[in-house]
């Protein structure tokens, strides 16, 4: 009988050791279950997966880890997308920051070409962020990515130099270099594209594909949108999109329209020979003077005689230089001027009948010219004309982003951008946003001594250059 119930109590004290391991068996594998089933999304990042990701497989790249698609992000555009952008901009130490980084490089202007501590700065701003990029470009320029590394690619791009210019705007913040300012705002511009690098490399898991980012030198009549494809900006690049600030409408507007926006801009410079002679006594001289009067008179009507009324053009003299001897008929007359259209065809078409119409008349006159249109000297910009989708990409992330009341179709104007360029190679979109803010004197327009800037667009900007690269992957990819 006590053997029986000796018996009983070991199986007993038997099946309540072995419950437990049971158990625990169980746990252990719905734990490990549960992990092959883990989001790997950025959001989720924390220390102990990023042990698990370094401890991959060496030939398992990072850039592999972050093309696992997330499973709450924006695979579709919605308006919580918008929102979730502008939010990133907005926030105070953001908006601190942007203006710090615009201020800098505004104290600091520097020429085309000469972008040397902007450069160093942008660099420095990205190295920060864990961006990879290229330097040099065009020799100051950089080309930033953040993405997949793989395609679609879209770039965005930002110039970079100031102009020879005395600043008048007295603040705290005043350009340091006398006779160089950033009288055109390239110094928000360059603010607004790293502002839209930081927003897009916290949201570089969302990213389904790659955003190329430009930051270029030499915009102001130097053509470093040349120098930068000729150096491999546009590789792989389906599109592209810039900003210019804009004192045409109130802060933090976008402005942009299909087709031509920005007319094609070319420089000339003729010199009309005769032969030198007392004033008293003409018949012994062959007078240029006549012959670039002439000149100056005839041009007029190429655009009021030869071209569609409904085709603007512009054909302006804006120099004559015969000497200053009153009593002497000089040899040669120099005469120079500017010319703008709106197309290809009719910019290269003026830049024809202007040679045609000076050498023609000069010879009516007994005397030689030859025009000069600075071709290799790369003052000619081709008219800026918007890709139709790539302008209606622009007008939908705007009106999604800010409400329909903030964007505008605005009107053609005969200012010219070497953005032009781009748009020559890929389907391009250029915009405008606004600064203007009559509270704080930022009403002047461009190249202006007087030019300033409503400092409240830089995350306006950053957030928009964000929501047009990120939405375009997720709708081109």
């Not at 950033?182 to 927003?199: F, W, Y």
């Not at 930068?228 to 004192?247: K, Y």
């Not at 507007?253 to 000339?268: H, N």
């Amino acid at each position: 009988m006590n053997s029986l119930k000796n018996l009983s109590v070991f199986f007993l004290l038997l099946l309540i050791f072995t419950n437990p391991i049971v158990l625990s068996s169980a746990s252990s594998t719905t734990r490990s279950t549960s992990t092959n089933n883990i989001d790997y999304s950025f959001s989720f990042l924390d220390s102990t997966i990023g042990n698990s990701l370094n401890s991959r497989p060496k030939n398992q790249s990072k850039s592999t880890a972050r093309k696992v698609p997330s499973s709450t992000g924006c695979e579709v555009w919605t308006k919580a997308c918008s929102e979730a952008v502008l939010a990133l901009a907005r926030r105070p130490d953001t908006v601190t920051w942007l203006k710090s980084v615009r201020r800098k490089i505004h104290e600091n202007p520097e020429l085309a070409f000469e972008e040397v501590k902007t450069s160093e700065l942008v660099r420095y701003e990205l190295d920060k962020m864990g961006i990879e990029y290229r330097y040099p470009l065009a020799k100051t320029g950089i080309r930033a990515w953040i993405g997949t590394g793989g395609p679609p690619f879209v770039a965005v791009r930002a110039d970079m130099d100031a102009l020879p210019i005395q600043e008048a705007v007295e603040w705290e913040h005043k350009s340091k270099i006398a006779g160089k300012m950033h009288a055109c705002g390239h110094d928000a511009h360059v603010a607004m594209l790293v502002g839209a690098a930081k927003i897009l490399k916290s949201r570089e898991h969302l990213l389904q594909g790659t955003v190329i980012l430009l930051f270029q030198p030499a915009e102001e009549a130097g053509n470093g949108a040349k120098r930068m494809i000729a150096d491999g900006a546009l590789d792989d690049v389906e599109a592209i999109f810039a900003v210019h600030v804009s004192h045409e409408h109130p802060t933090a507007i976008i402005g942009s329209r299909p087709g031509a926006l920005l007319a094609g801009c070319g420089f000339f410079r003729a010199v009309i020979s005769g032969k030198m002679g007392r004033a008293g006594s003409p018949h012994h001289s062959v007078d240029p003077i006549l012959a670039a009067s002439a000149a100056v008179i005839s041009l007029q009507g190429i655009v009021s005689r030869e071209t569609n009324p409904l085709d603007s053009q512009v054909v302006s003299v804006t120099t004559m230089d015969g000497g200053n001897n009153l009593d002497m008929i000089p040899e040669t007359v120099v005469l120079g001027g500017t010319f703008r259209a709106y197309s290809n065809t009719s910019f290269y078409q003026l830049l024809q009948r202007i040679k045609e119409v000076i050498v023609e008349q000069a010879s009516v006159f007994r005397c030689s010219a030859t025009v000069d249109f600075f071709e290799k000297e790369s003052t000619i910009y081709p008219p800026t004309v918007n890709d139709d989708h790539m302008y209606e990409h622009v007008r939908k992330v705007a009106t999604d982003l800010l409400g329909p009341t903030n964007f505008r179709v605005v009107p053609p104007m005969m200012g010219a951008e070497d953005f032009s360029f781009y748009t020559q190679v890929v389907p391009a979109a250029f915009y405008y946003i606004g600064v203007r803010n009559e509270t704080l004197g930022s009403i002047h327009t461009g190249h202006s001594p007087y030019f300033m800037i409503d400092e409240d667009v830089l995350p306006i900007g950053a957030a928009t250059h964000a929501a047009i690269a990120e939405r375009y992957l997720i709708e081109h990819g």
